[in-house]
């Protein structure tokens, strides 16, 4: 196991393997000069990506702490610095550092627990990371279900994977949605906050959250007209964090530090949601 001493100093990476899921987002897979995964990680941390001259960004790893390889990262194209990581190529380096956050709590209050994952497009990349963590320790949680939804077919990342893997495995059920038909999809069609409603989940089930802003804002109102309460529901907030340090204060919510405090929180831990919500 390779543990990271100091998650300030960054490390070199080499990207050994670049996949296309949509057409906007990509997944890297990161190994260290030694060939090696980097460091350890929680499910939900996130780590920081950078190139001299270019820029730094915040991003989750979607790999499992579970695969002893390598890390992942599934970057949506959108800004400066994510526009220049799609544009490597495999063997290139990169400088990253991590992990950070706090992870969501897999080993503690996950444990022997029925599960609800809802996510809404790229939402699904950190979520990724907890769907395989569970998988492998497939004996410590009850019935897992997975809600995903996003505007196309196109658009689903890691569509083959859900299709090759999770759709099989037994005890977990895979909902999936796009927002619009297509010609090429007999699947569900319609909105992720709409679909969960007419899933009518049991309301015992704890709720693991992830996607646009409007997307989590009216899942929440579902899930607490179906019954649910916002102590079972949990989400990130990663995209708030920015120095990942609690130095520059722009991941600021409330009396909460995304950085510091999460990025995963449990809703109630909330006093308020970001103005976006």
């Known amino acids: 196991m390779n543990v990271r001493q100091d998650p300030l100093i960054p490390m070199i990476g080499v990207v050994t393997d670049i996949r296309t899921d949509t057409p906007d987002v990509k997944t890297f897979r990161v190994v ?3 060939g090696k995964k980097p460091f350890e990680h929680i499910p939900g941390q996130c780590a920081m990506l950078s ?3 270019v820029g730094e960004a915040l991003f989750s790893i979607t790999s499992s702490p579970t695969n002893q390889d390598y890390l992942e990262f599934s970057i949506k194209k959108c800004g400066c610095v994510t526009s220049w990581l799609h544009e490597m190529d495999v063997g290139q380096q990169v400088t990253l550092r991590g992990p950070y956050g706090n992870g969501f709590p897999v080993d503690t209050d996950f444990r022997g627990k029925d599960l609800l994952f809802i996510a809404g497009g790229i939402g699904l990349a950190p979520l990724r990371s907890v769907i395989n963590y569970v998988r492998h320790y497939r004996d410590r949680y009850g019935a897992v279900d997975i809600v995903y939804g996003s505007r196309s077919k196109e658009d689903l990342v890691d569509y083959q994977e859900i299709l090759d893997e999770w759709c099989r495995e037994d005890g977990i059920q895979v909902h999936l949605t796009i927002d619009r038909e297509q010609p090429d ?6 909105f992720v906050p709409n679909y969960v409603k007419e899933l009518s989940f049991d309301t015992g089930k704890t709720v693991v959250m ?3 802003p409007i997307m989590i804002k009216f899942t929440l109102a579902g899930l607490l007209e179906l019954g649910f309460v916002r102590e079972q529901v949990y989400t990130t907030f990663e995209l708030k964090m920015k120095c990942a340090l609690g130095k520059c204060g722009r991941c600021n919510i409330g009396d909460k530090y995304v950085c510091k ?5 449990r809703l109630d831990q909330m006093t308020e949601l970001p103005d976006e919500y």
């Open 261 to 265: 405090d999460g990025p995963v929180f």
């Open 210 to 212: 992830c996607g646009p």
């Open 32 to 34: 260290g000069l030694d």
């Open 51 to 53: 190139m001299p001259g």
């Open 185 to 190: 999809w007999d699947g569900h069609v319609g």
